[in-house]
T-cell receptor, first 115, second 116 residues
Framework: AQSVSQHNHHVILSEAASLELGCNYS??????LFWYVQYPGQHLQLLLK??????LVKGIKGFEAEFIKSKFSFNLRKPSVQWSDTAEYFC?????????????FGKGTHLIIQP | NAGVMQNPRHLVRRRGQEARLRCSPM?????VYWYRQLPEEGLKFMVY????????ESGMPKERFSAEFPKEGPSILRIQQVVRGDSAAYFC??????????????FGDGTRLSIL
């Protein structure tokens, strides 16, 4: 079974600071990796995804993530955060290689951006 | 508008009652997933359905919980004889038809279930 670990439960940053949210997963096989964001009072939205190919993936709103297979990591980054990035961020994984599969989520990171 | 429609948004039940949560997937999507989110926790996978078939229910509690996705109409998550511990947010997601797991799932706004 897969598991996902997000290292920081709460992160507080000032506007324009750089962001990196950690995500590690445990699973020995091929995986698909996702970052979702949940703004206050809204549904989960897909930020970016990795299926295969270039391990550096770019998503919406200036976010990117790098898949490092040797470290089982898929950290989310943004060079300069904005107040509107305040939200809950979830890393998720499912089995790759075909066959639709439920997602395994981390517990989430609550990001607060101070103006 | 997420496209995945869940109702009701909020549901209050007393212990011992039944709760029915509904989910209509995005247009053209035939895969439905249900997740539960407890306070301060991430989403936990419960069940994956296609039309008229349960594909994976490994995350569903063995008792009191059931799910269906009929040929016509929304998917239903049913909780019988609810208890306080069932209080949570229940999210539905859908993805397009296809055999590849790399179809991203699109989420609804969730149903907040409160048990008195």
């Amino acid at each position: 079974a897969q598991s996902v670990s997000q290292h920081n439960h709460h992160v507080i940053l000032s506007e324009a600071a750089s962001l990196e949210l950690g995500c590690n997963y445990s699973y020995g096989g091929t995986v698909n990796l996702f970052w979702y964001v949940q703004y206050p009072g809204q549904h989960l939205q897909l930020l970016l995804k990795y299926f295969s190919g270039d391990p550096l993936v770019k998503g919406i709103k200036g976010f990117e993530a790098e898949f490092i297979k040797s470290k089982f990591s898929f950290n989310l980054r943004k060079p300069s955060v904005q107040w509107s990035d305040t939200a809950e961020y979830f890393c998720a994984v499912n089995k790759g290689g075909g066959g639709a599969d439920g997602l395994t989520f981390g517990k989430g990171t609550h990001l607060i951006i101070q103006p | 508008n997420a496209g995945v429609m869940q109702n009701p948004r909020h549901l209050v039940r007393r212990r011992g009652q039944e709760a029915r949560l509904r989910c209509s997937p995005m247009k053209g999507h035939s895969h439905v997933y249900w997740y539960r989110q407890l306070p301060e926790e991430g989403l936990k996978f419960m069940v994956y359905l296609q039309k008229e078939n349960i594909i994976d229910e490994s995350g569903m509690p063995k008792e009191r919980f059931s799910a269906e996705f009929p040929k016509e109409g929304p998917s239903i998550l049913r909780i019988q004889q609810v208890v306080r511990g069932d209080s949570a947010a229940y999210f539905c997601a859908s993805s397009p038809q296809g055999k590849l797991s790399n179809q991203p799932q699109h989420f609804g706004d969730g149903t907040r279930l409160s048990i008195l």
